[in-house]
Each structure stands twice: as C-alpha cells, then as structure tokens.
C-alpha cells in the first residue's frame, strides 16, 4: 500500500477487480452473505424481495448469495415463509429476482437449503415430515427425536439439491451455494457431535464428508461443466457456537479436499470475525485455510464493516462501524477472493456502492430493527 494513499480509493482499487468462480466473472469482490429473511408467504419470493436484492444489486454488489431458500424434500425447512427452490410458482418468483439483479449488474446464486435436525413442528407444507439427520441426534445433543436418515432418504435429498440446481440455471441463476454450515443437515454429517453412524457416512472426517460430496456430484453432474458450485461451510454451529469441525488443518483437509474433488469451484467460510487466526501458529483465517488447502478461490464473511457480531444481532443489538484496512490488506496478499457482508447488506442497501465510492463517512452503524423490514 502507498502511504500517500487515501484509504478510500485503496478500498475501491481492491475491492472493484472482478474475479472468476469457474465460468462466472463477478464483477466485483463484494458479495451479499445469505440472510434469512421470512418474507416469502407460501414459499414464493414476490416483488419486494426482487426489488430488495435488485437494489443492492444495483448499488454495486457483485454476488448475491440468496437467504437460504429450501429443497424440495419433505423435511427440508419448517417455515412457510422461507422460500421455497421448488414450485412453479417459488421458481417463478426466484427467476423475476435473477433478472432484477442482473438489471442491476450484479450475478447471483441460491442458496439451497435443508435444514435436517434443526426441524421442529413445521408450518404447512411442512406439518407432518419428521426431522431427519444423520443420526436423529439434534445439534444440542438431544437424542430420539428425529429420525436417523436410510440410504433411501439419503438418496432423495441428495437428488433435491441436484434438481433444485438444474432449476436454478433453468431459470437463470449464475450458479448455486450448497448450505453446509451452522449445524443445518449437511453440517450434521460433517461433525462428529451429530453424526453417529457406523456406516459409510459416519467415523473419520473424510466418511463424515461423504454425504457432503455425494451433493456437490450430483449437483455436479446435472449442470453445465462450467456453472459455479459454491460451497458454505463452518466451524460453528447456530445452537453450539464453540464447536469445531476441523481442530488442525491436517483435519480440515480431510474435510475439505472430497468436497473439492466432487466438483466444489469456490468455498465460504462462514466465520462470525474475520480477523480471528483459525488455527495457532497462523495469521490466516477460515478462509484463508480454506484456499491454502483446496487450492480454490476462498469467500471469507464475519462482522465486515462492523464490531459487534451478529449473534448478538440476532439478541436484538445493534453494532458501530469498524474499518476495513485489516480486510484489504488480507485482499491484497490473497488470502482470499471474495467479502461477503451480512448485516450492513441488511442495513444499508447502499454499502458496497459508498465503499466502492469512498464515501465512508455515510456508512450506517447497523440497528437490528432493520430486521423488521424488507428494505
Ligand atoms: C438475519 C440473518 C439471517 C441469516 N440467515 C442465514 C442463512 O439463511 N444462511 C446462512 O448460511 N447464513 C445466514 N446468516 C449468517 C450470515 O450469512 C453471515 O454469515 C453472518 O451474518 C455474519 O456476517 P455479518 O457479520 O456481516 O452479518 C444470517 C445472518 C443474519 C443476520
């Protein structure tokens, strides 16, 4: 960096120089984390999510990671305000939001999604599916209530993603993001804490990845060569914020590498800071990791633009803004490729487009009552 420098053009410099995921060029570094919004009655995303993704779209963001939208399995998700990647309808409503994001410059992926464990009594569709995982174990560690999943049921989810996929560039999405993290199904295989089972999925990490990798194939399989297929994966889970899937890199490799040998083209790594080291001994973060082991291009995503995390977020407080210098700088030595910023997304439509401006002065302390709406 130059000294004479002002910091707002060398965030401008860094984060505007477009980068490729497999056959997509996106625009910018700058992605939209995936949020869970709750605004889509019956599963449909209707005008005001297209103009709420369109908007940021439009304002600079290059990737539009989507909420977590659910696949077409029985036991997928619980709420009927979620969106649904099934249904003419649901596909309908997505495909109006990938035109209003690419109107807007920007390139955009689902975010496929089943929830597993997770699952309580559902709203309709949803009433009567039981919960299901790896081995009905919930991530809590409460035993006998759900249901341990057959190769049968295996075989079904793993062909949902695979079609929720085929739609997904059917209908014009520019690639898609398999839900590994935060303790959702596919996180259930991936950690020990959940994953019990004796067969072929269950016992070291590379047998726990195994269902992991069968998604990411068959996703593989039903679209095109050069379609992007990302995968989000954490250490943390939403109801054990201190579990780990990966204690060394060693074990994280084991974890990581069938993921990228089944066709994964870009990883996120869901962190909650991302300035904290991984592992000791290391500056590099998850993210880091991540493209140090697998070789490929690395999204890194946790309090962006903020100090608090967004834990407490969820509790309802809000958090100041916080530079970004430590970000760049982590940029510029390629520790990873891509930013991905939840909460001041949420907050500020405008955020990518005043950073990529240098206007810092006007970026927004997030409030949680931005949950609230849809704006
Ligand atoms: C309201 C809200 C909803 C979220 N929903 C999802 C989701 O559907 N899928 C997911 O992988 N992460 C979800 N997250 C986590 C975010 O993608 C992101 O990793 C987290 O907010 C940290 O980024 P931030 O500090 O920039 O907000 C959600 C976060 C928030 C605040």
Redesign the pocket.
Known sequence: MSVTQPASSRAAEILSRPVSINGLTVPNRIAM?????MFSPGGVPGEDVVSYYGRRAAAGVGLIVT??TYVGHDSAGQSDRVPRFHGAEQLAGWAKVAEAVHAGGGTIVP?L?HIGMVRKQGEPPYADAPAVGPSGIRVDGTEGTGKAMTQRDLDDVIGAFAEAAAAAERIGFDGVEI?G??GYLIDQFLWAGTNRRTDAYGGDPVARAKFAAEIVAAVRETVSAEFPVIF?YSQWKQEAYDARLAETPEELEAILAPLAAAGVDAFHA?T?RYWLPEFDGSDLNLAGWTKKLTGKPAIT??????DG??IK??MGEGSPVKGIDDLLDRLERDEFDMV?????L?QDPEWAAKILAGRLDELKPYDAAA?KTLS
């Open positions: 984390a995936p949020m869970t919004r909420e977590g975010q999604w839900h993290a935060h989000r869901s909650r995503v946790g309090s962006v633009g903020l995390d967004f977020g969820f991905a910023v939840g909460r001041a949420l949950l």
